[in-house]
């Protein structure tokens, strides 16, 4: 039986010691006033779902494929946060799966023909669990904007700006007693956010859930490395339609 041992990002626990696994909460998500927040916004998966991922290559680094390998091109990024429901209460062991493009745009997946290079270093896919605060977190690359046709080298050169796809990563979160929620995250910034039709269906008040503005990186980050707090709200198997602002 093959073995095989990764770096794996831990989920922060108050009795955590060492710097390199603490990560501050973000805020919770009820207001100054105690109300309750809208649930995170539904959005498409996409046609890009990885087909084939082995368990023991998934954790919540997708920068290097395996201990020892290259680091994986592009800008790194930390995407980190809270699972709460819609009163702010934390949902602990929630599942947590991303997917997205690598730095250039390019999905490792047969139906992306985008005439774009593949990261070899790259994973392309993570799986992580929130902790007994709900909190999660992720190392990865910024991935670039890419237009869904081979017209359009880093997407770039598509003839219909609403063609291109703004740099985005899928999230699937699901738990027993709670809707599975599939969505995206967005770069606070992208030009393509303004065209895109999928980020324009969304209400005004919901893209502000989705769209997140980079922060600054935490001591333990990797240098030069940016940090954006995406926190999700998921709603409960049994909470009546309308409820939270859903």
């Known amino acids: 039986m093959r073995v095989v041992l990764h770096r794996v990002l831990m989920a922060p626990t108050p009795d955590s010691v060492s710097s390199e696994k603490t990560y501050p909460a973000p805020a919770v998500c009820v207001d100054s006033k105690g109300r309750d927040t809208?649930?995170?916004?539904?959005?498409?998966?996409?046609?890009?779902?990885?087909?084939?991922?082995?368990?023991?290559?998934?954790?919540?680094?997708?920068?290097?494929?395996?201990?020892?390998?290259p680091r994986a091109l592009g800008q790194v990024i930390y995407i980190r946060g809270r699972v709460t429901d819609h009163a702010g209460r934390p949902v602990a062991g929630a599942r947590i799966e991303v997917w997205q493009a690598c730095a250039s745009g390019k999905y490792n997946h047969p139906g992306d023909d985008n005439p774009l290079p593949l990261d070899p270093n790259f994973k392309y896919f993570g799986r992580a669990s929130s902790d007994e605060h709900g909190r999660y977190v992720f190392k990865s690359v910024k991935p670039s904007a890419y237009a869904p046709s081979p017209e359009g080298e880093y997407g770039y050169l598509a003839k219909d700006p609403a063609e291109v796809r703004p740099a985005h990563v899928h999230f699937k979160v699901y738990k027993d007693g709670y809707k599975t929620l599939i969505t995206q995250m967005y770069f606070e910034g992208d030009p393509f956010l303004k065209t895109d039709r999928i980020v324009q269906a969304l209400a005004p008040e919901k893209r502000g859930l989705v769209i997140i503005a980079a922060e600054w990186p935490q001591p333990q980050d990797e240098p030069a490395s940016h940090s954006y707090a995406f926190n999700i709200v998921m709603e409960q198997q049994d909470m009546p339609d309308g409820a939270a602002g859903a």
């Open 38 to 69: 809208p649930f995170t916004p539904v959005q498409t998966s996409g046609p890009f779902y990885p087909l084939h991922m082995s368990h023991e290559d998934v954790d919540n680094d997708l920068t290097i494929t395996h201990r020892g390998a």
